[in-house]
């Protein structure tokens, strides 16, 4: 096991295009890292570079403490799983796993019993003697995974491996690969375009935006103090929505109405800007009508007309068309492009309590959780009300649950106390 560090690490196609742009990057020892950002951003193109596939143009690929920029894939000692992994049609489950075994000549014996081993993590025993052709898809993908982890690589990579999968099998070995990896405690660079494998999977995820890295930290820190529009719009969903608002004193005209910034560090980081963009995610909305008083004026209030509302069991989302003025209009759409949401209009979307009874084509209070609200400067993007100190106490939370996880990975469960089992 290794960390791998990425110093000033560009790559350039030959036709010049940087895609990967000076990005600088530790992955410490037995991490688990998410690489996400918009399809071309060039996620697998810098997976490619620490595994070997792809020169570097300029910087320093690091794995341990060896700089490895000119050591062939095969020496870097790294498992990678591809997003269209090819299994061995003629050859058995064992045979694919122990590919890797056979290639390094590695004892009969050895490979049988590393197989085994491999096979029992993945419940995959049953089906040794069996052809890949005859499994399901997640068995298959288990296969692959399998393949990778037998040998004992410094690092594993995935690029995308679930992808192909539907939303169940999805979910089942989204679940299976973070509990393997924190049994094995491999470090490990997981590309991933999917919300929620980014949130759930990592112990930190680093987002990629045209090869440029814009931030690094837990999935928490990504979602309560982005450092920018781009993160914070793309971190989540649905998206977080930007308002353009003008400032007055401690008031924000935005489109959906008036409401006071009450904090006054907030108040402090807007300075003397005349125009700021407001960004509230859709939870932080709710329907005024649910609402006790002193609930209520925690935040602030705004009347808006509800276009279009959908209602999902759990949650009513609510869609809120508003004017604002063209200059931002452009750039927010322009964002929303590049995130690939590409709306159409101008909207809010909020998230309400499934007890609401606001109907599509009317008015509706809504109640906005205003301390919530993040301000970005809207010619640089970046988030002006992101807090240290938050920033902070988020990296000892994650710590912390890391380190709870990975316990729970080794120890088995406590067994029940006889007089607990009574009740
Ligand atoms: N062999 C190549 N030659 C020239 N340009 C390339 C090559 N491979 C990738 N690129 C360009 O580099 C950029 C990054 O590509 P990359 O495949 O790393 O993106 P990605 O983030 O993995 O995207 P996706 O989510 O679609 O897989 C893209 O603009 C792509 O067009
Ligand atoms: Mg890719």
Same mark, same amino acid.
């Given at each position: 096991m290794a960390a791998i560090t990425m110093?000033?690490? @560009?790559?350039?196609?030959?036709?010049?295009? /940087?895609?990967?742009?000076d990005v600088s990057l530790d992955v410490r020892d037995g991490e688990f890292m998410i690489l996400v950002g918009p399809s071309g951003c060039g996620k697998s193109t810098l997976l490619r570079m620490i595994v070997g596939l792809e020169d570097i143009t300029s910087g320093d690929m690091l794995i341990g403490e060896k700089v490895v920029n000119k050591v062939a894939p095969r020496? &870097? #000692?790294?498992?990678?799983?591809f997003q269209n992994y090819a299994l061995y049609p003629h050859l058995t489950v064992f045979e694919n796993i122990a590919f890797p075994l056979r290639l390094a000549k590695t004892p009969g014996d050895e490979v049988r019993r590393r197989v085994k081993q491999t096979a029992e993590l993945l419940e995959l025993t049953e089906h040794l003697d069996r052809k890949p052709a005859n499994l399901s898809g997640g068995q298959r993908q288990r296969v692959a995974m399998g393949r990778a982890i037998v040998r004992q690589a410094n690092a594993f990579l995935f690029d995308e491996p679930l992808s192909n999968?539907?939303?169940?099998?999805?979910?089942?070995?989204?679940?299976? $690969?973070?509990?393997?990896?924190?049994?094995?405690g491999v470090t490990t660079v997981y590309v991933t375009h999917d919300q929620t494998e980014a949130m759930t999977l990592g112990d930190r995820v680093a987002v990629l935006r045209k090869g440029v890295l814009q931030q690094v930290g837990s999935p928490r820190e990504l979602y309560e103090e982005p450092v920018n529009l781009f993160v914070a719009g793309f971190i989540g969903s649905p998206s977080m929505?930007?308002? /353009?608002?003008?400032?007055?004193?401690?008031?924000?005209?935005? /489109?959906?109405?008036?409401?006071?910034?009450?904090?006054?560090?907030?108040?402090?980081? @807007?300075?003397? &800007?005349? @125009?700021?963009?407001?960004? $509230?995610?859709?939870?932080?909305?709710?329907?005024?009508?649910?609402?006790?008083?002193?609930k209520k004026a925690q935040g602030s209030i705004v009347r808006a007309h509800v276009d279009v509302t959908e209602w999902l069991g759990n949650e009513l989302y609510a869609y809120v068309p508003y004017e604002a003025p063209a200059d931002l209009t452009a750039q927010l759409r322009d964002l929303s492009r590049e995130l690939d949401s590409d709306q159409l209009r101008t909207q809010a979307v909020v998230a309400l309590d499934a007890a609401s009874d606001l109907k599509p084509g009317r008015e509706a209070e809504l109640w906005i959780d205003s301390g919530r609200a993040q301000i970005f400067d /809207?010619?640089?993007?970046? #988030?002006?009300? &992101?807090?240290?100190?938050?920033?902070?106490?988020?990296? &000892?939370?994650?710590?912390?649950s890391r380190d709870a996880?990975?316990?729970?990975?080794r120890e088995p469960a406590p067994a029940k106390q006889p007089e607990q089992a009574e009740e």
């Open positions: 110093k000033n690490i @560009v790559k350039k196609y030959g036709d010049g295009f /940087p895609a990967v742009n020496e &870097r #000692n790294l498992s990678m799983v999968l539907d939303a169940k099998l999805r979910g089942q070995m989204r679940t299976e $690969i973070s509990r393997l990896q924190r049994r094995l929505n930007f308002l /353009p608002a003008s400032v007055d004193g401690s008031f924000l005209e935005t /489109p959906l109405g008036r409401f006071e910034l009450r904090d006054e560090r907030k108040l402090a980081a @807007v300075g003397d &800007r005349e @125009v700021v963009l407001v960004g $509230i995610r859709p939870e932080h909305f709710e329907d005024a009508a649910l609402l006790a008083e002193d /809207p010619s640089t993007g970046e #988030n002006l009300t &992101r807090d240290e100190e938050r920033v902070a106490e988020l990296d &000892r939370i994650a710590a912390e996880q990975r316990a729970a990975q």
